[in-house]
């Protein structure tokens, strides 16, 4: 089984920092795409940031200059820096893996349990 582990969320006041991670453990071939996602109450899940195996990024235009994702491949591990917090990021953050497993090498997804962000004075 393939378990995705996330740590690092919190309350901070606005203008601060935290950074996630998240790491990937149990049986698979690879990790191609890796990433944060979010939900506050009431709203959809939404895109944070992933990164490709390849060292593609993809932000959303919402924390662009704010946050930045990283990844140690070596580690199957991927990290959120988030700066300049502000209250509409207040969420939960969930990290996201598309990973290539079994003997036939299929692709699956898998979502990690969610850590909670709150940013507030």
């Known amino acids: 089984q393939v378990q995705l582990v996330e740590s690092g969320g919190g309350l901070v006041q606005p203008g601060g920092s935290l950074r996630l991670s998240c790491a990937a453990s149990?049986?698979?071939?690879?990790?191609?795409?890796m990433g944060w996602y979010r939900q506050a109450p009431g709203q959809q899940r939404e895109l944070v940031a992933v990164v490709t195996s390849a060292g593609k990024i993809n932000v959303a235009d919402s924390v662009k200059g704010r946050f930045s994702i990283s990844r140690d491949n070596g580690k199957n591990a991927v990290f959120l820096q988030m700066n300049s917090l502000k209250p509409e990021d207040t969420a939960a953050y969930y990290c996201?893996?598309?990973?290539?497993?079994?003997?036939?090498?299929?692709?699956?997804?898998?979502w990690g349990q969610g850590t909670q962000v709150t940013v507030s004075s």
């Open positions: 149990g049986d698979f071939f690879s990790i191609e795409t």
């Open positions: 996201n893996a598309e990973i290539v497993r079994g003997v036939l090498r299929l692709q699956y997804m898998y």
